[in-house]
């Protein structure tokens, strides 16, 4: 499926993995304890800045910290989108 969003600058669209269902003891998570994804897929990277080259591309899996980057949903789907430097590493 195509993204129909193109980030500006230094910024990254990233779709987050679903988080855990079950902890590895095999007990189900209720909605209410489950603790926000810190990983997902980036689906678009912005152009840089003029001084900057992009380190990711589109199809890195990444890790970001717990409270970064802006939610939105579109078409029907989540994602987040931050800058290139909110991004801790490179799964």
Known sequence: MALHIQPLSDR???EPTAAE???ASG????????EKPQQGKVVAVGKGKK???????????VLYGKYSG??????GSDYLIMREED???IV
């Open 12 to 14: 990254v669209v990233i």
């Open 21 to 23: 269902q079950k902890t």
């Open 27 to 34: 007990l189900y998570i209720p909605d209410t304890a489950k």
């Open 51 to 61: 001084d900057h080259e992009m380190t990711v591309k589109i199809g890195d899996q």
């Open 70 to 75: 802006t939610e939105l949903k579109l078409d």
């Open 87 to 89: 991004i801790l590493a």
